[in-house]
């Protein structure tokens, strides 16, 4: 496990069982997120476009190969967008006045209070604690409110499948990775650091660290910090978000508040921002070599420093969802006895009548 692509801390999993961990949404009903939840950064200014990330989900979600092969860049010629066989897609930019073309990864957002979810009335949507948002197929009935619903249009559906089509998306590697304490596929996968996965609060904390260490290399906004109310993957950028056709519209109202009226409050970190804008002050004025040294290290040891600990809170999220998974079996087992028991009694009984 790449654990230099961890990061949190912020305080403790407060993770129960996984069972016992998850909210449902069914229409009308909308969450207040999990701010104690896990979250990934992406970085455009650290993304080479090489499309591993792309590779890496494939094989964790045993989807079919494309047609071409990952190694073809030529596919980044094309704008594209997630499909029921590719939760993930990285596309090019060319963006005026810059030298390099600019790349943007494109998932499920795993909304702090997710559209989708609102949008399903059979509830087959959950958030999960651990910030990813989920899909139960046994329950959909293809009704496709959550496409609709979806202000990133990610949910895809399963269009050539004549029985039993799904809703397809990034579940954030939930059941294949994360339960099990491991990082997400395509943040396993990257060669760089584009990906970093980390508890959000601590992700968000990297994220104003790199912005106000690098005030000229990175737009001053974080991508999914309050849009639609928060999202659990959050991207920084060194190009204004629109020019990576990023909706920069969309407000911080969390798209559940248009159905069920309630609105949860506006992160506090707003009150941070004359702080943050300070420091952007006065570290821009800070040009000389052992100045850079030192910013460069600052943002290592920030990651650094943190990393393990991230590490360890998921550990400890894999032990206690393990322990509650065997108290589940002892139980079933138990129950299983008494009613072998019980039907034994029953037969004595009834061969002594
Ligand atoms: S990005 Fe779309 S599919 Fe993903 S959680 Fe948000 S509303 Fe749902
Ligand atoms: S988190 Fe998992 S499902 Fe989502 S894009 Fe990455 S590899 Fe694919
Ligand atoms: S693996 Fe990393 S560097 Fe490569 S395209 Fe994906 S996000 Fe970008």
Request: proline share 5%; aromatic share 8%; charged share 30%.
């Amino acid at each position: 496990m790449h654990r230099r692509k961890f990061l949190g801390l912020m305080g403790a999993a407060g993770a129960g069982s996984v069972a016992a961990s998850t909210a449902r949404a069914a229409g009308g009903k909308h969450f207040e997120g999990y701010p104690d939840s896990f979250a990934v950064l992406f970085d455009s200014t650290e993304c080479i476009g090489c499309r591993e990330c792309e590779r890496a989900c494939n094989e964790v979600n045993n989807l079919d190969q494309p047609e071409r092969p990952f190694d073809d860049l030529s596919v980044l010629e094309t704008k594209r967008r997630t499909t029921s066989n590719a939760y993930t897609v990285v596309n090019k930019y060319d963006v005026p006045d810059q030298s390099a073309p600019v790349y943007r990864k494109i998932q499920c957002n795993h909304c702090m209070e997710p559209a989708c979810a609102s949008a399903c009335f059979v509830g087959a949507f959950t958030k999960t604690e651990l910030g990813a948002v989920t899909y139960d197929p046994s329950v959909c009935v293809g009704c496709r409110y959550c496409m609709i619903a979806c202000p990133f249009h990610i949910p895809a559906y399963e269009y050539d499948k004549v029985l039993e089509p799904r809703i397809m998306k990034c579940t954030m590697c939930y059941e294949t990775r994360l339960i099990k304490g491991e990082l997400p596929g395509c943040v396993d996968a990257c060669p760089k650091e584009a990906l970093v996965f980390g508890k959000r609060e601590q992700v968000l904390q990297l994220a104003r660290r790199k912005l106000q260490t690098y005030p000229d290399r990175y737009e001053q906004h974080i991508y999914g910090e309050t849009e639609m109310g928060g999202t659990n993957w959050l991207y920084i950028s060194g190009t204004p978000f629109e020019s990576l056709d990023m909706n920069t519209e969309l407000g911080d109202t969390p798209a559940p508040k248009f159905t069920s009226g309630a609105l949860k409050l506006v992160p506090g970190v707003v009150a941070l921002w004359p702080l943050l804008l300070g420091g952007i002050y006065a570290v821009s004025r800070r040009k000389d070599k052992i100045a850079e040294q030192e910013r460069q290290q600052s943002v290592e040891d920030a990651v650094a420093e943190t990393k393990e600990q991230a590490r360890k809170e998921l550990e400890e999220f894999k032990e206690k969802a393990e322990r509650d998974r065997k108290k589940e079996v002892d139980k079933a087992v138990k129950k299983a006895k008494e009613e072998l028991e019980a039907e034994r009694k029953d037969e004595q009984g009834g061969s002594d009548e």
